[in-house]
């Protein structure tokens, strides 16, 4: 069908519309009054009190395009980005919502009409997932969508059980997967959950939200049951245009585009270099959206993890030929793409260009002398002739004196062969914040010191408070 992501997206909404959904805005990307939450990271999040019937408003229906962020918590793409097809770091979510209205039957009726009768794709290359023991939904794909039973697979918790993250609304779901065909199967073997490639592309998530998961692990019934769903725009826009990955829909490719200018490197999927100019263009919308969201560079929280975003997009500019600060750059052209469609992002177009500069240039004073300390290290090691691992202590050197983040390491220690110790990279970590700690208490000002330390910790700028917990969950943080 060709349509652009633009396109589907004002399509979706409309769909949803003349079935008596409310067209709701997308909710910033800083959870609201949500501190368990590091980003938003799905549409049901700023809807997450009415399904706890916490919360009434005058619809029971809505629809939204939701920006999405999934580095670091409970949903973490990043180390995927780049590397598979379908792995964003920021993306938009397509969902619509019931709060104790239709259920089950009439989520699976408007998904299959939208995807067939509006999108027009091949009913005989969509695929069914519903959870082992949900019968019901099983049933009613047959009888409401027609599909056969043989393409209706029956998967456990881990790919059929929802829940945004270790607390709050879950439930049973239902995947919709599109089959890009059999040259993109990863081997003979390659099926509905027995693997993980792209050829069963994941497009759509009907979640019937039944439970809250509470902090003791207990999940009670929700007062009513509801549906919530999500679908990645730029995984139905790469089916709706006939490409294989997310990174060859129009938008990824004017971005891409633009890095091939910048560096005069052209991009070729399957080089080395195809790898960063994915990563730059993933990168550089979540850097766009945070920062016209409120997030700022910082060493805790939010701000660490778009710090690290931007120090790892920069790194790998240098697989370009990219020297000089170019991120900003970058950053702007996806203002110049999509600001029609988030006129925040205009708005803060200037500072975020500026923000994203002095960090770029703090770092790249400091990146070369990191990199080829790396280097030295890891030759050292190879010569060693023992466990070819990186110490804890050598990566925490790097980032106390080069702010050089983890994944850094990672991605250049892994490509050669190498582990790297990151139990013991936190371990450092943690110990140096007691020290910091104990040194704002001997500095005389305990009171101030203490609130402002605490502040700190909680990373005032956004207001987020559950980093401490998240960070041993996360590999981002
Ligand atoms: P996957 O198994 O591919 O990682 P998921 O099961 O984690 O996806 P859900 O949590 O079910 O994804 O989110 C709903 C939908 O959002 C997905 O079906 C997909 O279309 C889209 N989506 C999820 N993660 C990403 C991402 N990192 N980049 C782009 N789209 C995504
Ligand atoms: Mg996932
Ligand atoms: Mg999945
Ligand atoms: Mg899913």
Same mark, same amino acid.
């Given at each position: 069908?060709?349509?652009?992501?633009?396109?589907?997206?004002?399509?979706?909404?409309?769909?949803?519309?003349?079935?008596?959904?409310?067209?709701?805005?997308?909710?910033?990307?800083?959870?609201?009054?949500?501190?368990?939450?590091?980003?938003?990271?799905?549409?049901?999040?700023?809807?997450?009190?009415?399904?706890?019937?916490?919360?009434?408003?005058?619809?029971?229906?809505?629809?939204?395009?939701?920006?999405?962020?999934?580095?670091?918590?409970?949903?973490?793409?990043?180390?995927?980005?780049?590397?598979?097809?379908?792995?964003?770091?920021?993306?938009?979510?397509?969902?619509?919502?019931?709060?104790?209205?239709?259920?089950?039957?009439?989520?699976?009726?408007?998904?299959?009409?939208?995807?067939?009768?509006?999108?027009?794709?091949?009913?005989?290359?969509?695929?069914?997932?519903?959870?082992?023991?949900?019968?019901?939904?099983?049933?009613?794909?047959?009888?409401?969508?027609?599909?056969?039973?043989?393409?209706?697979?029956?998967?456990?918790?881990?790919?059929?059980?929802?829940?945004?993250?270790?607390?709050?609304?879950?439930?049973?779901?239902?995947?919709?997967?599109?089959?890009?065909?059999?040259?993109?199967?990863?081997?003979?073997?390659?099926?509905?959950?027995?693997?993980?490639?792209?050829?069963?592309?994941?497009?759509?998530?009907?979640?019937?939200?039944?439970?809250?998961?509470? &902090?003791?692990?207990?999940?009670?019934? @929700?007062?009513?049951?509801?549906?919530?769903?999500?679908?990645? +725009? !730029? *995984?139905? =826009?790469?089916?709706?245009?006939?490409?294989?990955?997310?990174?060859?829909?129009?938008?990824?490719?004017?971005?891409?585009?633009?890095?091939?200018?910048?560096?005069?490197?052209?991009?070729?999927?399957?080089?080395?270099?195809?790898?960063?100019?994915?990563?730059?263009?993933?990168?550089?919308?979540?850097?766009?959206?945070?920062?016209?969201?409120?997030?700022?560079?910082?060493?805790?929280?939010?701000?660490?993890?778009?710090?690290?975003?931007?120090?790892?997009?920069?790194?790998?500019?240098?697989?370009?030929?990219?020297?000089?600060?170019?991120?900003?750059?970058?950053?702007?052209?996806?203002?110049?793409?999509?600001?029609?469609?988030?006129?925040?992002?205009?708005?803060?177009?200037?500072?975020?260009?500026?923000?994203?500069?002095?960090? &770029?240039?703090?770092?790249?004073?400091? @990146?070369?002398?990191?990199?080829?300390?790396?280097?030295?290290? +890891? !030759? *050292?090691? =190879?010569?060693?002739?023992?466990?070819?691992?990186?110490?804890?202590?050598?990566?925490?050197?790097?980032?106390?004196?080069?702010?050089?983040?983890?994944?850094?390491?990672?991605?250049?220690?892994?490509?050669?062969?190498?582990?790297?110790?990151?139990?013991?990279?936190?371990?450092?970590?943690?110990?140096?914040?007691?020290?910091?700690?104990?040194?704002?208490?001997?500095?005389?000002?305990?009171?101030?010191?203490?609130?402002?330390?605490?502040?700190?910790?909680?990373?005032?700028?956004?207001?987020?408070?559950?980093?401490?917990?998240?960070?041993?969950?996360?590999?981002?943080?």
């Amino acid at each position: 069908s060709n349509l652009t992501a633009g396109e589907i997206r004002t399509k979706f909404l409309e769909f949803f519309r003349s079935h008596g959904h409310n067209v709701v805005e997308s909710a910033p990307l800083i959870p609201k009054d949500d501190p368990t939450l590091l980003f938003t990271n799905a549409g049901m999040v700023q809807f997450k009190k009415l399904f706890l019937g916490q919360e009434k408003r005058d619809y029971v229906r809505a629809t939204t395009s939701q920006k999405c962020l999934r580095v670091g918590g409970k949903h973490n793409d990043l180390e995927n980005v780049g590397r598979t097809a379908r792995h964003l770091t920021f993306f938009e979510m397509l969902g619509n919502f019931s709060f104790g209205d239709y259920f089950k039957e009439q989520a699976i009726g408007f998904a299959w009409e939208f995807l067939t009768k509006e999108l027009k794709l091949d009913p005989e290359r969509l695929y069914i997932t519903v959870y082992t023991d949900d019968d019901e939904a099983s049933d009613l794909w047959q009888k409401v969508a027609g599909v056969p039973l043989e393409r209706i697979y029956r998967l456990g918790e881990k790919d059929n059980f929802w829940s945004m993250g270790d607390t709050g609304p879950c439930g049973p779901c239902s995947e919709i997967m599109y089959d890009q065909g059999e040259h993109v199967a990863c081997g003979p073997d390659c099926g509905i959950g027995v693997c993980e490639c792209d050829r069963f592309l994941e497009i759509w998530n009907l979640v019937f939200m039944q439970y809250d998961q509470l &902090e003791s692990g207990e999940r009670v019934p @929700l007062p009513r049951p509801s549906i919530d769903t999500g679908m990645g +725009l !730029e *995984r139905v =826009a790469a089916v709706c245009q006939g490409v294989y990955s997310n990174f060859d829909i129009n938008l990824f490719q004017d971005i891409m585009g633009y890095t091939a200018k910048l560096s005069g490197v052209a991009y070729n999927t399957a080089e080395e270099t195809g790898t960063a100019h994915r990563v730059i263009a993933d990168h550089s919308r979540s850097i766009a959206f945070m920062i016209a969201d409120g997030i700022l560079p910082s060493n805790e929280g939010r701000g660490y993890v778009l710090r690290r975003l931007i120090r790892r997009a920069f790194r790998f500019g240098r697989l370009l030929g990219l020297r000089d600060p170019f991120l900003h750059k970058t950053a702007f052209e996806v203002v110049r793409l999509m600001g029609d469609a988030f006129p925040d992002l205009v708005e803060r177009k200037d500072f975020m260009e500026k923000v994203v500069r002095e960090e &770029e240039e703090r770092f790249s004073l400091t @990146l070369d002398k990191g990199l080829a300390m790396l280097n030295e290290e +890891l !030759e *050292r090691i =190879a010569e060693e002739n023992g466990k070819r691992e990186v110490s804890g202590e050598f990566s925490f050197k790097l980032y106390d004196t080069f702010g050089f983040p983890i994944d850094i390491v990672n991605d250049i220690a892994e490509k050669q062969g190498f582990t790297v110790d990151e139990n013991g990279y936190n371990e450092h970590m943690a110990s140096q914040r007691k020290r910091a700690k104990a040194a704002w208490k001997g500095s005389g000002e305990a009171d101030l010191g203490s609130v402002f330390h605490t502040l700190l910790e909680q990373g005032v700028r956004s207001g987020f408070t559950g980093y401490e917990s998240l960070a041993e969950k996360s590999r981002v943080i």
